[in-house]
């Protein structure tokens, strides 16, 4: 959706994708907030998430979620609201929710909660002959800490049981999970996933700018990246296509390094 298309930038895939993938958090837009957000933001977002528990307390909310599903854009509800009727054993009564919302994708977490291994890939199982399944991997308290070794062998049991791709957690602050409390990436954990996993089958969570910077540096233009906040999709756009001081010489050849400010 480029106004004008400069040489030497990097090709975007197009919607449906598995790479280059735009989460987008809703915490709580109005009706009006979501149909303009789509008149901008519709061809960039492939991904809506009701944030946590939001989609309970958010008024007109089957109608929000039809004007992004009408946009093309698969919607769902927090993994934290997941395990909010997990642990209330209302596994039923979730289900019953989400299919009335008319969702046809979840995102199955154990952010907030402990949930043996075993059974999170049975339910993801038990999910993914019926919806489109995100699971998401790491903890929300900066505090719990996750081998790299026992990440990877998450990630790979929860494809294997049938998730479409796996969310790489680093909570709405970006504070925890793949990031140092800093905020920084912690890119020994990052390298040891991407030494098993396959990168398209990841979704990046990456709220702070510093951090889409980062995963477009290393990866490139078509990183799989989550938990934008909705004013940032455009600005995102514009960090994969090099058109922001951020990435500005990241796909531009040699020649043009000698430009850069030192």
Known sequence: MENIHFPLMPERT????????????DKGLSIREAED???????????VKLGFGTSVVTP?????????????????VGGTLFEAFLIRKMEKE?????DNLGLDTIEIS??????????????IQTYSKDYTVLSEVGAKEAGILIAPARWTEM???ELAAGAFMVIAEARESGTAGIYRPSGKAHSLLINMIL???????????????????????????NVNLGNIPPSEVIPLETLRLGL???????????KCKKYKLE
């Open 14 to 25: 197009k919607k449906p994708r598995t790479n280059g993938v735009v989460m987008v958090m």
């Open 155 to 157: 990630m790979e049991t």
């Open 94 to 98: 979730y289900r019953q929710f989400i």
């Open 60 to 76: 007109n909310v089957k109608e929000k979620i039809k004007i992004y599903q009408e946009a093309n854009i698969k919607v769902y």
């Open 244 to 254: 922001r001081g951020d990435t500005f010489f990241r796909f531009l050849p040699d």
């Open 110 to 123: 154990d952010g907030s909660m402990r949930i043996e291994h075993a059974k999170k890939c049975k339910i």
């Open 195 to 221: 030494s098993k996993i396959d990168i398209e089958q990841i979704l990046w969570e990456a709220p702070q700018k510093s951090q889409q910077a980062w995963f477009i540096q290393h990866f490139g233009a």
């Open 37 to 47: 957000f789509i008149s901008v933001c519709g061809d960039l977002t492939d991904f």
